[in-house]
């Protein structure tokens, strides 16, 4: 199959292009390529976090925790996980941030796996990830054991498991390489082994359609400032599947217990999916992904995941044409790959400061990649032209 590689007919099929208007713009930013790290915000969130200070924090003050400020996690996580995830209400929730609740879960799926003593994550996963299992080893006494070669399939994922395992951790969708892995095939793996997994879905929730209760998946986190335009820093949500919810979490606060304003002696965590939730949950951060959640509801994610192909088959087959001499680290197969295209070249370090002085915003990834992170309902094939003509350009290999 060859792609036409003028873009202009490609915005002008595309049946999601107006909804790029509904997005904040900035015209010194060109071609915005980094959607998989900051998301763009919505105006409607514009918007809505200004009605919340002026109405809600300014008007109703104390009264709004019991107005609905104190549901609205789960009430958020409820809409994302019917929107984006495949869960069913009750098992996901909104707060903290990735990192904090990698911890959280992997911690309550080690503890209840008592006997079993390794924890399986692969080498390439985000360094968060391997921090905190790290972390959990050494603080529990368990074993890491990594899967080293690439990207994570049954074979590689087969070749560590054993019954020593407690917890699997994967990626979704691989920060560096936009590898999809097959995410029902690898949690059922896991649990023939008799272990829990949990997915980190920080590049795949909001674009890569998924079936968390369907697959069975055991626990599940990601971060909501991607792909879910939740803004820098916006809290992450957790997902624990029902039949996992009697695990205990180790990070006790009074809002994650059964009776938070009884302050009485003693910590006994609420039911259900609260009790993996700790303190007071940052309202004003959680206001922005509303709207992109009713967006995608909106616009369907089967539609979007169908965009997000389309743009990354288009960067593909740009790079391909303008750019022969950098090497495609993400999968040529758009079904085993995610919303973002990696190209490798030596000489991509040193045009960083000059794409980003033109508004051309891929981000780098040290020793050699430029990640384009292809936000959807953002992102026009235009962009994705200025952006890989610039970036051919500036390493000399324009024809
Ligand atoms: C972005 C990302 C994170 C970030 O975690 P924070 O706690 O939000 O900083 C974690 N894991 C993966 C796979 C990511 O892509």
């Known amino acids: ?44 969130s ?17 009264r709004g925790w019991d107005e609905g400020w104190l549901d609205l996690a789960q009430q958020i996580g409820d809409d994302l996980g019917r929107v984006a995830l495949g869960a069913a209400p009750g098992q996901t929730t909104i707060g903290d941030s990735t990192t904090v609740l990698l911890y959280k879960l992997v911690r309550a ?23 905190v299992l790290e972390g959990i080893a050494a603080e529990r ?9 690439g990207d994570p399939t049954a074979e590689t994922l087969a070749a560590v498991l054993s019954p020593a395992t407690a917890v699997v951790v994967l990626s ?24 829990l997994i949990l997915w980190d879905l920080c590049h795949s ?96 994610i089967d539609a979007v995941r169908a965009k997000s192909v389309a743009l990354t088959e288009y960067a593909v087959a740009l790079v391909d044409d303008v750019l022969p001499t950098a090497v495609l680290a993400s999968p040529r197969d758009p079904e085993r790959r995610g919303s973002h295209v990696t ?5 991509f370090e040193a045009i960083m400061p000059e794409l980003w002085r033109r508004g051309i915003i891929p981000d780098f990834r040290r020793p050699n990649g430029i990640r384009l992170g292809l936000s959807p309902l953002s992102t026009s094939f235009v962009e994705v032209a200025i952006g890989v003509a610039a970036i051919a350009e500036l390493v000399g290999e324009q024809h």
């Not at 924890?119 to 985000?126: E, G, S, T």
């Not at 006494?141 to 070669?149: A, C, N, P, Q």
Request: aromatic fraction near 8%; proline fraction near 6%.
């Open 141 to 149: 006494g368990l074993t890491l054991r990594w899967v080293e070669s």
């Open 205 to 300: 929730a909001g674009v890569v359609p998924t079936q968390l209760d369907a697959w069975n998946v055991d626990l599940a986190v990601g971060c909501t400032y991607k792909y879910l335009n939740g803004g820098p820093g916006s809290p992450a949500f957790a997902y624990v599947a029902s039949r996992n919810q009697r695990m205990r979490q180790p990070i006790q606060g009074w809002l994650g217990s059964a009776t938070p304003f009884t302050m009485g002696q003693g910590y006994e965590p609420a039911e259900g999916i609260r009790g993996f939730t700790s303190g007071t949950p940052p309202i004003i951060g959680m206001l922005a992904m509303r709207d992109m959640i009713a967006l995608i509801e909106t616009v369907g």
């Open 46 to 62: 514009v918007d809505r976090v200004g009605e919340f200070m002026a109405t809600q924090w300014g008007g109703r003050l104390i």
């Open 109 to 131: 799926a080690v503890d209840a796996r008592p006997g079993r003593t390794e924890i399986v994550i692969d080498r390439d996963n985000f360094p968060t990830d391997r921090y």
């Open 1 to 44: 199959m060859t792609i036409d590689l003028s873009p202009e007919p490609h915005d002008a099929a595309d049946t999601l292009a107006p909804f790029r208007d509904s997005f904040v713009r900035d015209d010194t930013v060109t071609a915005y390529l980094d959607g998989n790290s900051l998301g763009r915000p919505l105006r409607a």
């Open 343 to 347: 190209i490798d070249h030596d000489g």
């Open 172 to 195: 979704a969708v691989s920060y560096r390489s936009g590898f999809l892995a097959d995410v029902a095939g690898l949690t059922a793996l896991t649990h023939e082994a008799g272990a």
